[in-house]
C-alpha cells in the first residue's frame, strides 16, 4: 500500500483546468444539497397534504437515503467497468428525471418511489466526483481541490432554505423538485464538455451477491426504526425480526467481503492505518448532524406554528458556519494537523448540540437557537469534510475510488439510521409530551389553531429538545473515537 507524500508546510496552487474541473463537480454537486436542504423544509407542508404521519414522510428522505446506500458501494465497480465520466453522467441524468417525476408525485407512496430513483442517481454523484478530483492532484494538493467540492454544502443551504420557504409558502411543494431541472440540465451538458477522458474501463462486473446482503439489511434496519416510532415507542415481534434479519444481512456481507477477491465494498481497507478511525468519526458525528436535520423545521412549522420561510432562514447560521469553516478547516490540514482540526469540529458540535438541546426545550428566542445552530454548522465544517479528506489521502490512487465508496456508504448508512431515529425520538415525545393529540403527533400539530398550540408549547417545547439530548450520543462516541484512535501521519 502506498502512502500520501509528506506535507511540505505549503499549499500550492491549483491548475486552470483543475480549476475548472472542480466548478463541474461542485454544479452536480449543488444539485444534490439544494434538493436535500429543499426537502428537509417542505416535510411538514408533505405531511399536512397528504395527511400521513411524519414517520411516513420521514421515508421521503429516507428512502432517498436508502437508496443511495444502494448504489453507492457499486460506484467502485462502476467506474472499472464503464469509466468515471459516463458513470457521473448517468447519475445526472437520472436524477434530473426523477426530479420531474416527484413534481408529478400523486401519493405518499409515488413520491417515496420517485425520490428512491432521484437518490439512485445523486449516489453517484458524489464517490464519483471525489474520485475524479482526487485523482487530477497530487497527495500535497488534495486538501485544496476538496474544499472546491465543499462549497455546495456553502452555497446549497444558504440559498436552499430561502428558495424552498418562499416556494413552499407563496405556491407547493412541488416547486422545489422543479428548481432541479434547468441546473441538472446545465450540469449535465458541462460534465458531458469538460469531465476529463480517462483510461480505458477493466470491464468488471459488480458484486451481486454482496449488494444482496447489504442493501436489504440497511433498509430493514432502517425500517425497524421506523416501526418503532409507528408503534408509539413499543419493541414488537416484528421489530425484532427485522433487527435480527437485519443483522445477519450485515454479518454475512462484512464476511463475504473481506473473503471475495472483488467485493462489492473492499472491506480489507479498513485494517489500512487511520482508515477505520476516521470512517468511524465520521459515521458518529454525521448520524447526529443529518439525523437531526429535520427537527428544527418541524419543530418551528408544527410546535411554533411559523411559517416554511422562517424555519429556512434559521438554517442559516448552520448554513454559513457549516461553509465558510470547511473551506478553511479543508485547506488548513495541507498544512496542520488534521487531528486538531478534526478534534476542534468535534467539540465544537457537541457544544452547539447541547446548546440546541437547551434553547429548543426552553422555548428560547429564535436568535439564541441561531446561535446554537451556527456553533453545531461550524462543528461539522470543522470535523466532516477534513476527516474524510485526511483518511482518503492515505490511500494509493487505486485504492482511493473503493475508499470512497466505503465512506459514503456508511456515511449514508449514519444519515439514514440518524434521520430515522431522530424521526422516531421526536414523534415518541411529542405523543407523551402531549397526550390530547390521541397519538396523530405532527400532523395533529399541523392543523390546530394558535391558541391550542400555544397552550401545548410548555410541554413540547422540551419534548423537542428531548430528541437533540438523546442524538449527543454518537456525537460524544466520534470524540472518543477521535482522541483514541487518530493519529498523524
Sequence with gaps: MSSAAPRTGTSPGLTTGVRRLAVVLVLGGLLVVLDMVATIIALPAMVAEFGSSLPVLQWVTTGYTVAIVAVLPTSAALIGRFGAKPVYLAGLIIFTVA???????????????????????????????????????????????????????????????????WLVDAASWRLIFAINLPIGLIAAICAARLLPRQPAPERRRPDLPGLLLLVPGVLLLVLAATMIGDSRGAVSWPVLLALLVAAALLVGFAHRSLRVERPLLQLRLLRSPGFAPGTAVLFGFGA???????????????????????????GIATALGAGLTMQVATRLIDRVSARRVVLFGIVTGLVGMAGLAAAVA?????????????????????????????????????????GAAIMGTLQQIASALGIATSATILTIMINAGAPELAGDGIAALLVLDRESRTALLSALGPATGATYLIMIVPIAAALVTALIAIRDR
Design 362 to 402: 426552553a422555548n428560547a428566542s429564535y436568535p439564541v437557537i441561531m446561535i446554537a445552530n451556527l456553533l453545531l454548522g461550524v462543528g461539522s465544517g470543522a470535523a466532516i469534510m477534513p476527516a474524510m479528506t485526511d483518511t482518503l489521502r492515505r490511500l494509493s490512487p487505486a485504492e482511493t475510488p473503493h
Design 99 to 165: 426530479s420531474g417525476l416527484c413534481v408529478l408525485a400523486w401519493n405518499v407512496e409515488s413520491l417515496i418511489a420517485f425520490r428512491v430513483l432521484q437518490g439512485l442517481g445523486g449516489g453517484l454523484l458524489n464517490p464519483v466526483g471525489q474520485t475524479i478530483a482526487l485523482g487530477a492532484v497530487p497527495p500535497e494538493r488534495r486538501g485544496r481541490v476538496m474544499s472546491y467540492l465543499g462549497l455546495p454544502v456553502l452555497i446549497g443551504p444558504l440559498a436552499g432554505p430561502f428558495l424552498a420557504g
Design 288 to 314: 447526529a448532524y443529518f439525523g437531526t436535520g429535520t427537527v428544527l423545521p418541524i419543530y418551528v412549522q408544527a410546535v411554533r406554528g411559523d411559517s416554511a420561510l422562517q424555519a429556512g432562514t434559521l
